[in-house]
């Protein structure tokens, strides 16, 4: 059994390596670069890098390539390389899980509407236009500032919480956009020969949607989840640069965000 496993995995690694190498020039790179971010923020604990928590007060504000941080310090004495690879992890963090939430919901809502028709899709589309309307940041930093806000204001905000409402808020600003594609894409799909088919063999609805339109659906859903994933991670940075995200935590936005005011003189440290 283990010698069976071991040719399904060695096939299976042999046939990835063969895709890899059919690819141009820029998807390798590209998926080179994306294997290298994910593996940072996989490893990043166990790397021998410094605590990114723990400031160095005899090398604040060093560059590039001196004794101890290869890539510097920030103003502040932390290490910039361990910021980059730690807070890799909750930068993807976020940016995964508020696509994937808003993904499936969005994704849903739109091909549900799509699928019907009528007055709950008029309703949709009317929402997904006036959410759409408002600029992503602008609707993000909106959502953050309200429900981040402590009822008490000399009692900051806990990490825990903001992380919390940064997932939340872009969830709510993905929702629309991926929606917005589902919808799209299911109203190609539903009136094609095969859709006619099927209800006319009697399938029922749910069937249709789950066997025949939603395999249909996926790869626009994903093609532009994918594409969304680094909007929410530009989005997560902004928000942490305006002051209402992370800024406290380990991320890039927080990191960005600590030495907002160094660039002109520090300018290694803004990475």
Not at 125 to 133: A, C, G, P, Q, R
Not at 163 to 172: A, N, Q
Not at 196 to 224: C, E, Q, W
Request: one cysteine or more; charged letters at 10%; proline letters at 4%.
């Amino acid at each position: 059994m283990f010698l069976s496993v071991s040719s399904t995995l060695g096939h299976g690694s042999a046939a990835v390596l063969s895709k890899f190498r059919s690819l141009d020039l820029f998807t390798k790179i590209c998926l080179t670069w994306l294997a290298i971010v994910v593996l940072a923020a996989i490893l990043g604990p166990v790397l021998p890098l410094d605590n990114p928590r723990e400031a160095d007060i005899e090398a604040m504000g060093t560059g590039l390539f001196s004794s101890g941080h290869i890539f510097g310090t920030d103003t502040n004495g932390y290490d910039v390389l361990s910021n980059i690879v730690n807070g890799s992890r909750l930068s993807l963090l976020i940016a995964v899980v508020s696509v994937g939430i808003g993904g499936v919901v969005g994704a849903a809502i739109g091909i549900i509407s799509a699928f019907v028709r009528g007055k709950f899709d008029y309703v949709v589309n009317l929402f997904f236009n006036i959410m759409l309307s408002i600029p992503n940041l602008v609707l993000g930093l909106a959502l953050v500032a309200v429900l981040a806000t402590s009822a008490d204001p000399t009692q900051p905000v806990s990490s825990n919480r903001r992380v919390f409402v940064v997932i939340i808020s872009l969830t709510i600003v993905i929702i629309p956009i991926l929606g917005r594609i589902a919808r799209g894409a299911t109203l190609t799909w539903i009136n094609r020969e095969f859709i006619t088919a099927a209800r006319s063999m009697g399938m029922k609805n749910r069937d249709i949607v789950l066997k025949h339109v939603v395999p249909n659906v996926l790869p626009s859903i994903y093609a532009i989840g994918f594409l969304a994933i680094g909007v929410v991670i530009v989005a997560e940075g902004a928000l942490s640069l305006l002051g209402v995200g992370i800024t406290d935590g380990v991320s890039w936005g927080a990191a960005i965000s600590r030495v907002s005011g160094d660039f002109t003189y520090a300018p290694h440290s803004n990475r």
